[in-house]
């Protein structure tokens, strides 16, 4: 499984707009990708400040899921101002998802999931290793 907490500062003046085209992305997303096990949108407590809960079959349904034709599609620099991705892993015992891994390349990967693994690459900070 591949969860991430995605950190989004959006520019000024454009809530309707990223509310409008995150609604979109999620409706696109839970009715088109099938590698998707959550993915929710909140506002954060700072304005302009909203946060995007993904978790994912795997690293590939993510990266599928930044590669599919709904996602590419849309300007997202017209909204967000900076985004950073977190990638998370879940409390044994008091979360329902699983372990977030990074499974390796393989020989089989199109040179589309070589470039967004580059793009996105998975982190598993070494904080966890002991508490797994």
Same mark, same amino acid.
């Given at each position: 499984?591949?969860? $991430?907490? !995605?950190?989004?500062?959006?520019?000024?003046?454009?809530?309707?707009?990223?509310?409008?085209?995150?609604?979109?992305?999620?409706? &696109?997303?839970?009715?088109?990708? @099938?590698?998707?096990?959550?993915?929710?949108?909140?506002?954060?407590?700072?304005?302009?400040?909203?946060?995007?809960?993904? &978790?994912?079959?795997?690293?590939?349904?993510?990266? @599928? #899921?930044? +590669? &599919?034709? #709904? #996602?590419?599609?849309? @300007?997202?620099?017209?909204?967000?101002?900076?985004? &950073? $991705?977190?990638?998370?892993?879940?409390?044994?015992? !008091? +979360?329902? $998802?699983?372990?977030?891994? @990074?499974?390796?390349?393989?020989? #089989?990967?199109?040179?589309?999931?070589?470039?967004?693994?580059?793009?996105?690459?998975?982190?598993? !900070?070494?904080?966890?290793?002991?508490?797994?």
């Amino acid at each position: 499984m591949t969860t $991430l907490l !995605a950190h989004i500062t959006i520019k000024p003046g454009s809530e309707d707009e990223f509310e409008r085209i995150m609604t979109f992305m999620v409706d &696109s997303t839970l009715s088109v990708e @099938d590698g998707v096990v959550r993915y929710e949108y909140f506002k954060g407590q700072k304005p302009n400040f909203y946060y995007c809960l993904l &978790s994912f079959r795997d690293k590939w349904a993510f990266y @599928d #899921h930044q +590669n &599919s034709d #709904h #996602h590419e599609g849309i @300007d997202f620099s017209a909204v967000i101002e900076s985004i &950073s $991705l977190e990638y998370l892993d879940p409390v044994e015992g !008091a +979360n329902p $998802l699983t372990k977030t891994i @990074d499974a390796p390349l393989e020989p #089989h990967h199109s040179d589309a999931m070589v470039e967004a693994e580059k793009r996105y690459p998975l982190t598993i !900070a070494d904080w966890w290793l002991p508490r797994r």
